[in-house]
């Protein structure tokens, strides 16, 4: 089974400082890797996702993410954490050729003026 | 292009009554998935369907049923309702190629059930 370890509850950050949010995942091959977010009472948007190639993601909304095989982890960036980035923010892993997700506990961002 | 759509988005409903929950996928989306969202567990996934046909359940009582119809549309259902079924429920549709799924899950808003 899969599993998806999201590092830290709550991350609050001031405008403008950058932002870090931790994935590690456990799987023996290495699966396709997301990144959602979600603004209160709505559902899950897609920040940015790995399936295969280029290691080095970017997103929407200036993320971007790292796919470490050697460290199994997907960690979330952005440079300049904006007031809009005020959100819930989860990792996701699936298998290939599966469409179930599995999704981490999630990380609330909190940004400071 | 349409997203996914869901409804009702609130409904409450009281123990012991049953609910059923509507789920319009993205056009040519034939993979429809339903997850479970709540303060203490997180998402939790129900089940997918792809082609009116269930390909994967996850660890849910038998209560919670779903079904997909030949347009792709799904509903899921929830019977002998408890308090712990209290959630946000959200449907998901995916893309399909021809070599498995490729692409990521798009997500409707979700539906917010109460149950008193």
């Known amino acids: 089974a899969q599993s998806v370890t999201q590092l830290g509850s709550h991350v609050s950050v001031s405008e403008g400082a950058l932002v870090l949010l931790r994935c590690n995942y456990s799987s023996s091959v290495p699966p396709y890797l997301f990144w959602y977010v979600q603004y209160p009472n709505q559902g899950l948007q897609l920040l940015l996702k790995y399936t295969t190639g280029a290691t080095l993601v970017k997103g929407i909304n200036g993320f971007e993410a790292e796919f470490k095989k050697s460290e199994t982890s997907f960690h979330l960036t952005k440079p300049s954490a904006h007031m809009s980035d005020a959100a819930e923010y989860f990792c996701?892993?699936?298998?290939?050729?599966?469409?179930?997700?599995?999704f981490g506990a999630g990380t609330t961002v909190t940004v400071r003026a | 292009k349409a997203g996914v759509t869901q409804t009702p988005r609130y409904l409450i409903k009281t123990r012991g009554q049953q609910v059923t929950l509507s789920c319009s996928p993205i056009?040519?989306?034939?993979?429809v998935s339903w997850y479970q969202q709540t303060p203490g567990q997180g998402l939790q996934f129900l089940f997918e369907y792809f082609s009116e046909t269930q390909r994967n359940k996850g660890n849910f009582p038998g209560r919670f049923s779903g079904r997909q119809f030949s347009n792709s549309r799904s509903e899921m259902n929830v019977s002998t309702l408890e308090l712990g079924d209290s959630a946000l429920y959200l449907c998901?549709?995916?893309?399909?190629?021809?070599?498995?799924?490729?692409?990521?899950?798009?997500f409707g808003e979700g539906s917010r059930l109460t149950v008193l």
């Open positions: 056009s040519g989306h034939r993979s």
């Open positions: 998901a549709s995916g893309p399909l190629s021809a070599g498995g799924p490729t692409g990521e899950l798009f």
């Open positions: 996701a892993v699936r298998r290939i050729n599966d469409y179930k997700l599995s």
